[in-house]
C-alpha cells in the first residue's frame, strides 16, 4: 500500500482511468487497452491475426498437418493420401504430367503414343527415319527403312519358291534344275549330254545310228555295223529258239559222235552283243552207259588264240548225260560277257560216253585259218585223262567232229 500510495501521490492528474503505464522516473500516463486478454511477454499463448515482421522472432516448429496463416506463412489444404517429398521414390496414380523430362524411363508396354518427335528408333522395331513412308519399303536390318517402286503383281522374298510367267532370265546361273520337257532350247554350248538321252554330235542322223555308251553317236552303216533284217528272210536265228547264240542251225546236225574218253572237246561260238549266260546247251543223240559221278562235265570258255581260259562250269553231268535230248545245263556262275567269240566245252568219263550231234559235212580244218589257230571245234589233246574238273586247255588241236552247242 505504501508503494502504491507513493506512486499516486506522485501522479499529477488528479483522477487516471483503464490502462497505464510508466517509466519509473517520469509521469504515468495512459495507453490504449488491447482488444481480449493482456498477456506477458513470456506467457504461453496462441495468437491470431498477427503479422510478425521482427526479424529476431523465433518461429516455432509447424506441424505437418497445420493449416491456416502462421508467422505470414500461408498453409495448403492437405491432400487425399500421403504426402511424398521431392526426393521420395513414389509410384504416381492419376498423374498428368505436362511436358516433364523423362531420363532413361523404362516404359513397358505403352498403352498408346505419338512418336513424330522421337529420334533413335530402333529399325528391327519399325523405325524408319522418314517422317512418313508410303507403300512397299526396304531395310537391312541395321540402319533406317526406305522407300522403293512396288512391282506389279504379288510381292516374292528372293527365298520364296514361285512359278514365274513372263520373265525373262538374261545370263541366269541355274543350279541343278529340273528342266522338264522345254518347249523349244538351244544346246549348242551344253556338254555331258547323255548318249542315252539323244546326244550325237550331229546336226541330222537319219536311219540307224550306233554309238560306244560314252562318245557322241554316229550313223550305223549296213552290213558293216548291223545286218539288214531284210537279209534274214527265211533263215532261222538263235533267238527264234530263244537262245542267245549257236553254232549253227540244229537242223543241220543230222549224226553223232562220242568224245574220247578224258579229252576236253570245245565248240567256238560268236557273241554279237553284251549279254550274260547262264546256261550251256548240247544234243544227246545216244545216251551214256554207266557214267562215273563226278567225273563228267560243261563249261564256258574264252577264246585266245590256240588255248583259252575257263569262265564257270556246271554241276556234275553223269545222270544227265545217260538218257537223250537237248540239255541245258546251267553255269555254276552266270557270266556276263562282252561281244566276242566263246567256247563251249564238254568232257565225260565212265563205261560208253553220250553220243553228241554234229554236222557231218564239216572237216577238221572248217573254219580254222579264218577264226582261230585252234579251229571252231578243238580238242584238248595235251590233257589227256581229265577226271574230275575243267581245267584251261594247253593247247588246242583241230577236230574233225563239228559237235553243235548253243548258250542261252
Known sequence: MATEYDVQASVPTASLTGLLKGTGSSTVGTVTAPTGAVVGTTDTQALTHKDLTDATNTFPTLNQNTTGTAAGITGKTTPTGALVGTTDTQTLTNKTLTSPTLTTPALGTPASGTLTNCTGLPVAGGGTGAATLTGLVVGNGTSA??????????VVGTSDSQTLTNKTLTAPTMTAPVLGTPASGTLTNCTGLPVAGGGTGATTLTGLVKGNGTSAMTAATAGTDYVDPAWLNGTFIPSDYGWISWAYDPYFAYTSFIPGAGYAYFTLLPI?????????????????NTLTSGRCFAGLFTSSGSSGTLLSATADQHTNWQSTGLKTMALTTPQAVSPGLYYVGYFWNGTTGPSLTYDGAATANNGANSITSGGRFPYDATDPGLTTAFVSPA??????FAAWAAVS
Open 145 to 154: 527403312m526406305t522407300a522403293v517402286t512396288a512391282p506389279s503383281g504379288t
Open 272 to 288: 554279237r552283243k553284251a549279254c550274260t549266260i547262264t546256261n550251256v546247251i548240247l544234243d544227246v543223240a545216244v545216251a551214256g
Open 395 to 400: 593247247t588246242f588241236t583241230a577236230n574233225a
